[in-house]
């Protein structure tokens, strides 16, 4: 009777950030204008792109679906961190939070594989220069691109639905929005078979993207190494250092989230990594093509 009446929980409650409750307005503050900063700047990303007819290439279009992505990942958790900040704790619909996770999974899936196709892009550009506007065709970035938006909501599918058809035993959720970890605290018996499918989806929407992006910059720095000219050695290696850094990044903090056991699990490192992956990220990241890039602050300048 009472496990019935558990998973049949038609609302939650995120407890947000207790810990920091003390020094409200400024967490909220800050949080709002990184947010605002944030989508300035991947839309300036965006327009700078679209405007600029010498950045009609691959690797921007890329960078176009990038920042896209960005906004759309900031835009499904900044709001549900700004209202846990304000009101506490905050009840959320059982249907609401669904909607959180499928699109957080959804976004950050997605994102994984874009970056594997900006890997690939780069790859193709330094070791098949001749070939590259062949094998990087228009339609075959699009491919990409919509290769990547489909995994990405099937994995946010598969975890949504088996996550919310499994039984509760509770409804306080410690953390900002739905994430996968908290909730999988809430489930009763057994956990082992959903860890199982949490590490096993995470190898392939996670490890099996950078192990191309590995394989890939494996065979640019060998490619490079073996170019004649130090000029040409360098400009390769600039094309490729700025995506590096949002890999690192983003895998970085994307892997020491899901790639580990139940037992490690803890609420302030775990809050912790979602922002860092969530919030500074897609902030560090047009700040890092812009900076890093010539062909970018070529047309910023313009």
């Known amino acids: 009777m009472i496990l019935g009446n558990l998973s049949a929980v038609s609302e939650f ?3 947000g950030f207790p810990e920091i409750s003390h020094l409200h307005p400024f967490p909220f503050v800050l949080l709002l204008s990184l947010y605002i900063l944030t989508l300035m700047a991947n839309t300036v990303i965006i327009l700078l792109i679209k405007n600029d007819s010498t950045l009609h290439t691959p690797m921007y279009f890329f960078l176009t679906q990038l920042s896209c992505l960005d906004i759309c990942y900031l835009s499904v958790i900044i709001p549900a961190i700004l209202e846990t900040l304000m009101m506490g ?8 939070c669904a909607m959180q ?7 950050g899936v997605a994102e994984c594989f874009l970056l594997a196709a900006m890997a690939l892009d780069r790859y193709f550009a330094v070791c098949f220069p001749l070939h590259y506007t062949i094998l990087m065709s228009s339609r075959g970035c699009r491919s990409l691109v ?15 639905l088996t996550t919310f058809s499994s039984p509760l035993c509770g409804s306080a959720i410690d953390h900002f929005f ?28 996670i490890l099996s993207p950078f192990l191309l992006i590995i394989y890939s910059y494996i065979r640019i720095i060998s490619t490079i190494l073996h170019m004649a000219s130090a000029e040409s050695q360098q400009k390769a290696f600039s094309t ?5 850094l949002v890999v690192i990044l983003f895998y970085g903090t994307a892997g020491s989230m899901y790639l580990r056991p139940k037992f490690s699990y803890c609420a302030s490192v775990d809050k912790f990594l979602s922002l860092s992956y969530s919030v500074v990220t897609p902030l560090l990241n047009p700040i890092i093509y812009s900076l890093r890039n010539k062909e970018v602050k070529g047309a910023l300048k313009k």
């Open 178 to 205: 739905c994430e996968v970890q908290p909730l999988l605290e809430l489930l009763c018996g057994n956990t082992f078979p959903r860890e199982i499918q949490i590490i096993v989806v995470a190898v392939f929407a």
């Open 240 to 244: 490729c250092s700025s995506h590096i």
């Open 101 to 107: 996770m499928f699109f957080f999974l959804f976004f």
């Open 146 to 160: 919509v290769g990547s938006y489909i995994f990405g909501a099937g994995v946010g599918l598969i975890h949504t």
């Open 89 to 96: 704790t905050v009840s959320i619909s059982k249907a609401r």
């Open 13 to 15: 409650r995120l407890l």
